[in-house]
């Protein structure tokens, strides 16, 4: 089991780095996810018998890295989940897409809608799905952009299918874009919110590891 990194906790929430090509939380392939390894540290760090209580208020995709927070009581993460989904909870991404975006700040509105096949597509009969974005810089050597999202609703795949509609996949997409094996470049790198119990602003900041397309760009 890798080690977690693990930027806040404290009696009622756990703050951690979510390593890429790690689940959020378990499914059918019986992964380790990372809601196991935080359950796992908590309970060998306060060597607590049984079961351990951790909540789960939001996710991210398997391939992508960044920012998770996770409640260690049930009063929090009733908190936080409410916070969600409310959308009091600011949640920044950057994000590397391919080709030069024909605006260096835009809003993107539309209705996404889960299909059978696991897959997101832009529908009519869809929920209404905001971010807004700004270009942080383009590199013309490789025609892909850098770019600082702001994500207003959290739809499934919801980053990766906007920019795709428009013609602007995500590097390394293996579902929306080329299929080019690498790792795609989507990373949650900023959170902020009011702590459940405490009232207090939180704010945490990580950036993505140099490496892979993260290296063609200046964060």
Excluded at 105 to 117: G, I, S, T
Excluded at 141 to 170: C, M, N, P
Excluded at 177 to 204: C, N, W
């Amino acid at each position: 089991m890798s080690k977690l990194n693990v930027l806040y906790e404290d009696n009622h929430i756990i703050v951690v780095e979510k390593p890429v090509n790690v689940l959020s939380q378990g499914d059918n392939t019986g992964d380790i996810s990372l809601l196991d390894m935080v359950k796992e540290y908590v309970k060998e760090k306060y060597n607590k018998p049984g079961n351990v209580y951790i909540g789960l208020v939001h996710r991210l995709d398997r391939p992508v890295g960044g920012i998770m927070v996770f409640a260690r009581t049930s009063k929090a993460a009733s908190r936080l989940s409410k916070m969600v989904s409310e959308h009091n909870f600011s949640k920044n991404y950057y994000a590397i897409v391919s080709g030069k975006m024909e605006k260096d700040a835009d809003r993107f509105v539309d209705n996404l809608k889960r299909v059978d096949n696991g897959n997101t597509v832009v529908s009519s009969d869809g929920k209404k799905s905001v971010l807004s974005y700004k270009v942080l810089e383009y590199n013309s050597k490789i025609d892909a952009s850098l770019v600082d999202i702001e994500l207003e609703t959290g739809r499934h795949h919801q980053i990766r299918v906007q920019f795709a509609s428009r013609g602007h996949s995500l590097l390394g997409d293996q579902r929306y874009g080329k299929q080019d094996k690498t790792q795609i470049a989507l990373y949650s790198y900023r959170l902020e919110f009011v702590h459940p119990v405490t009232k207090e602003m939180l704010k945490f900041e990580l950036k993505p590891s140099n490496i892979g397309h993260w290296a063609q760009f200046t964060l």
